[in-house]
């Protein structure tokens, strides 16, 4: 049986300036480990709402959200923060990576942070994941950029 990584369950949104108004309506849905999901909607519906709401990093909202099981919705900001780190991999639109770091440390970052392996091993990992690309020094105005914030979003989780 498939493994569900992902269960919404009745999502409603809400902003209230200018004035009061519900942007998601009871969304419900769910996310088998494997399956490759688009979200597709005309511009003003909602996507980036939802999308929000699914990587846990709009708290705000009514319903319920578990993710690999665990009930999300509720959580504690610092547990919410670890468990990020851990379990979710973001790729923003715009990279959002720090440009006073090397590229190379931008994807180590998160890694490190998380300690499960020492700097040895997570240097291998990227090693091991990153030979289809060469390394700059500096990610600023790259084309390499998207890459880089794809194996930052990779590389801590192994999965
Ligand atoms: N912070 C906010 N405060 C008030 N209204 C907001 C806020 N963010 C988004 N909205 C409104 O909520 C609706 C959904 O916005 P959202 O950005 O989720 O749409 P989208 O489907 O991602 O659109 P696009 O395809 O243009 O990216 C829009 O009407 C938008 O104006
Ligand atoms: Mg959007």
Not at 17 to 37: I, N
Not at 39 to 67: A, N, P, R, V
Not at 107 to 135: C, F, G, H, Q, Y
Request: hydrophobic residues 35%; glycine residues 6%; charged residues 25%.
């Amino acid at each position: 049986m498939p493994t569900e990584i992902l269960k919404a369950e009745r999502l409603s949104k809400f902003f209230y300036e200018p004035g009061k108004f519900q942007v998601l309506h009871d969304v419900s849905l769910s996310v088998t480990k494997g399956e490759f999901l688009a979200i597709m909607g005309k511009s003003g519906c909602g996507k980036s709402t939802l999308l929000y709401l699914l990587s846990t990093l709009d708290t705000d909202y009514e319903g319920d959200l578990f993710i690999m099981g665990k009930k999300i919705s509720g959580m504690e900001e610092d547990n919410l923060a670890k468990f990020r780190n851990e379990n979710i991999g973001f790729v923003f639109q715009f990279h959002y990576l720090l440009p006073e770091f090397s590229a190379r440390e931008n994807v180590m970052l998160p890694a490190l942070k998380l300690a499960r392996w020492d700097k040895k091993t997570i240097e291998k990992r990227l090693w091991n994941a990153s030979d289809r690309w060469e390394w700059r020094n500096s990610p600023q105005n790259h084309p390499e950029n998207s890459q880089v914030a794809s194996s930052n979003a990779s590389l801590s989780r192994g999965r």
